[in-house]
């Protein structure tokens, strides 16, 4: 079938412009080649953090404001859309499948929550089940022998250097009889009531007045908001979330209310889909080439969005020889470091030579070539596919991805409301 | 989705590779180094969430597979607990080809580890097919009989309460040999019905032929046999390749001369079109390739005559609710939901789209006794949601996942062209 538009990709970008176009009355498909990242993230939403954070409390829409013209939160239209993009997730996850979970948070300040290294990382908003993350009280670091990715221990010792009162506790929980579990195993543990009362019960007893309890983000993934308020009844005191390792619990509850989402709205999903190439070649495509199984398929569409991520997922590729190129339609890359220049730089979390490297859009979000003019009028590039951002260090990747996928579609919304310019 | 049919001129349907089955295979196992252990695979696979019998797809997989000596067998068992679903490589971000490599370790294992009876039987439906058609009462009540299930438990490990299909007394291919096709049709079709539709629902076949027939197509029905995939499934390879060679031979003819064939059962399509060349490894088999090329699902192909203006769309109210289940092998095709599309043609007709990628039934998985209580667990929140919906009709692509959830549910289950030829007052 043709559709009003295609998205590629099912990350946060993906899946929030395939929403909101959905939501706005298009036809959507989905093509991806599987799943994307939202199983691999904490699922918070970091917009921008450390290199610009020069006063605490943290206004992020005022350090968005100073970016530079070539920045992708520039590019979306700056801190009112990336406010916007919040409050339609907000309001997402507020009306999804899971009763009670909600996000929250925004510009106005960043708060700072404890990574499963017990770091402290900024972020303008989160799930409700993290939320007692943030602040200075004591606090009780709770994990699983079973847990293999999660050592509280460690969570525990690195809060302590940032000052903050924090001592560890490890305890046994017999899951589902294996010898040891993921995150996602464990979630499904505290799915049951029986289960995690027990949890509670072993906890209750070791508890110190005014400490907060952190517990690696495993509260469910049916109801975890009743989970998460079950056991702060139970014990009588705040309890968080902090984001694990892989698969992450918070990021499945993200997929499967965005996911749940299209569903309602009509959008179409096929997996296992490797866009090879545009249809078309002209100023608008007339959709994409896909590859699926032993064949190639055409699926043709009035608007495509990108959003297939960037080196480490493969959206974007290098050949042997360092050349770059955007991975499904061939689009050129912006910001990779001239030949002879050093590509990358000894110091892990400095600034990269090639980190900024990505595909160049206008303001509409439509790739351009050298010359700076839209190379296709029909399609825009979101998420961590875009050039001029430097996301882990910046800690902007959600936001970017969130905020751009939600631009294109209001931007592909808009000119569908607008009559037709007589050519 | 827009692959056009070879008789409008598909330059659309090209195959994708073209390697010798070698490379092909090797290429299948090969992409394991594409695999990041990002863990997406297992949070959705829907065995290792129900049971730790099974460790999950990236741990026999990607994982295990480098541990594996070639031409020497995998020692560990809990493989045989894949149920084959392939949802792990649909959901794979990085290309990695998890269930085809999980497919060829188990078939290894069981080289050397040995094929019960019971797999045996389960892989050769026209054996059963073809014992049971000219005997269907006595069949049908022994396949019905409570203390004759038990015995069949104990003595080849066949469970008690797994659905089996009614025989139907009949073939569909005696009623297709007797049937007089429309004198003028603006296509010819091929119509591969497999095992299914020929010996337990052959009223399926009498409306997929009904239905592209009112649609302007003239339905040739070809003799054929299985298509190989419920031996491929138990692990049996070489007899398998033997089955598809023979349907291969079958189907030939027909795509060499440009005509679509068309099929309703989905996992034995996305046998020829898929799992024969990267599973069995036949990709060197151009006769297989070109009639791999050929193959539609049935959904598939009335959605592309649709997208062509050639689909009839003067349809008849239909004032009912129904479920719609997209099977995990259906959804192996990389074709979308086309029944979805198709259904939502026809008036006054409420779809409910169920979430859920598996049945639990998986072909004869969920048959085994040492299965079917997992098989029962994958699909309960398959089964509650269709019962929360309160259908009128279930609706499923695929005949096994069918039987399966008709019998969990109790509600009747059905293939979307059972309610197309209704829509189309061909009943």
Not at chain 1, 50 to 75: C, K, Q, T
Not at chain 1, 173 to 184: F, L, S, T, Y
Not at chain 2, 133 to 143: E, F, K, M, Q
Request: hydrophobic share 45%; with cysteine; glycine share 12%.
């Amino acid at each position: 079938m043709s559709h009003d538009a295609i998205d590629v990709g099912t990350g946060v970008a993906g899946l929030t412009a395939a929403v909101r176009l959905a939501e706005g009355g298009a036809r959507v498909l989905v093509l991806a080649k599987g799943v994307g990242s939202t199983h691999l993230t904490g699922a918070t939403i970091d917009v921008l953090g450390n290199p610009y954070m020069g006063s605490d409390p943290f206004n992020v829409g005022e350090a968005i404001a100073r970016l530079p013209a070539d920045h992708p939160y520039a590019r979306v239209g700056g801190a009112p859309a990336v406010a916007a993009a919040l409050d339609w997730l907000r309001a997402q996850v507020a009306d999804g499948p899971l009763e009670g979970y909600e996000y929250a948070g925004g510009l106005e300040r960043n708060r700072l929550l404890p990574t499963a290294v017990g770091a402290l990382k900024p972020t303008a908003m989160a799930p409700v089940t993290m939320l007692g993350g943030e602040g200075r009280d004591p606090v009780a670091v709770v994990g699983f022998r079973q847990l293999k990715d999660f050592h509280p221990a460690l969570v525990a010792d690195n809060l302590a250097r940032a000052g903050i009162a924090a001592r560890s506790i490890e305890l046994d929980v017999a899951v589902e009889g294996r010898a040891d579990a993921n995150a996602q195993a464990l979630a499904r543990h505290f799915d049951d009531p029986a289960a995690r009362g027990a949890v509670a019960g072993q906890l209750a007893g070791r508890m110190r007045a005014g400490e907060r309890v952190g517990l690696p983000a495993v509260l469910g993934l049916r109801d975890p908001a009743r989970v998460w308020r079950e056991l702060e009844h139970r014990l009588g005191r705040p309890v968080f979330e902090i984001p694990t390792l892989p698969p992450s619990a918070p990021g499945m509850r993200l997929y499967a209310i965005l996911r749940a989402a299209l569903r309602r709205l009509g959008g179409r999903v096929i997996l296992g889909a490797a866009v090879t190439g545009p249809l078309g070649a002209g100023a608008r495509l007339d959709g994409v080439r896909a590859a699926v199984g032993r064949r190639e398929v055409v699926h043709r569409a009035g608007e495509v969005i990108l959003a297939t991520g960037g080196f480490a997922a493969g959206g974007l590729v290098l050949d042997s020889r360092w050349a770059g190129r955007e991975a499904a339609l061939g689009l050129p890359l912006a910001g990779m470091p001239a030949a002879g220049e050093p590509r990358f730089t000894a110091g892990y979390f400095d600034e990269q030579p090639m980190a900024r490297a990505g595909v160049a859009v206008d303001g509409e979000l439509r790739p351009v070539g050298r010359d700076g003019a839209p190379a296709h009028a029909n399609v825009r590039v979101v998420g961590a596919s875009l050039a001029g951002a430097a996301p882990w260090r910046e800690k902007s990747g959600d936001g970017i991805s969130l905020s751009s996928g939600h631009r294109a579609a209001e931007l592909i919304l808009g000119a569908a409301a607008r009559p037709a310019v007589a050519a | 989705m827009s692959a056009a049919p070879a008789a409008a001129g598909g330059e659309d349907a090209v195959s994708v590779g073209g390697a010798p089955g070698g490379v092909l295979g090797d290429l299948m196992r090969g992409s394991l180094d594409h695999c990041v252990k990002c863990t997406i695979c297992e949070t959705h696979c829907p065995v290792s969430n129900v049971t730790p019998l099974f460790p999950g797809p990236k741990y026999v997989g990607p994982q295990a597979e480098r541990f594996r000596v070639a031409g020497e067998a995998s020692q560990d068992a809990s493989l045989d607990y894949c149920s084959g679903c392939g949802i792990c490589t649909q959901v794979c971000p990085h290309g990695v080809h998890i269930a085809e490599i999980n497919s060829q370790a188990r078939a290894r294992m069981k080289e050397t580890a040995g094929v019960p009876l019971r797999d045996r039987i389960l892989g050769r439906p026209t054996l059963a097919g073809r014992l049971g058609t000219p005997v269907a009462p006595l069949a049908n009540a022994t396949l019905a009989s409570r203390p004759l299930r038990r015995v069949a438990e104990k003595v080849i490990g066949l469970h008690r309460e797994a659905a089996m299909p009614t025989f139907a007394g009949r073939t569909f291919q005696r009623w297709a040999r007797a049937h007089t096709p429309p004198a003028t049709a603006a296509r010819r079709v091929a119509f591969f019905h497999g095992c299914g539709t020929n010996y337990y629902e052959p009223r399926l076949g009498e409306m997929t032929v009904a239905l592209l027939e009112h649609n302007g197509c003239a339905v040739e029905v070809p003799r054929q046999d299985c298509c190989g995939l419920p031996l491929q499934s138990n692990g049996l390879f070489g007899d398998a390749r033997g089955y598809v060679r023979r349907l291969v031979a079958r189907l030939l003819p027909y795509a060499r001369a440009g005509t679509d064939i068309v099929g309703t059962s989905t996992s034995c399509t996305l046998m020829l079109k898929r799992e024969a060349r990267e599973i069995l490894g036949m990709e060197d088999d151009a006769d297989l390739r070109l009639v791999s090329d050929a193959v539609y699902d049935v959904c598939e192909y009335l959605v592309m005559l649709h997208e062509r203006g050639e689909l009839r769309t003067d349809l008849r109210p239909v004032p009912e609710t129904v479920t719609y289940h997209a099977p995990c092998q259906q959804q192996g095709h990389g074709i979308g939901k086309p029944a979805l599309d198709l259904l939502a043609l026809v008036p006054e007709l409420t779809v409910v789209e169920t979430d859920a990628a598996c049945c639990g039934v998986a072909g004869t998985y969920g048959l085994k006794r040492e299965k079917y209580d997992i098989a029962m667990k994958v699909g309960a929140d398959l089964f509650a949601q269709i019962e929360a919906a309160g259908p009128d009709t279930s609706v499923c692509d695929s005949e096994t996942c069918r039987w399966h959830m008709a019998k969990a549910t109790g509600v009747p289950t059905v293939h979307p062209v059972a309610l197309l030829h209704r829509a189309a007052g061909l009943a």
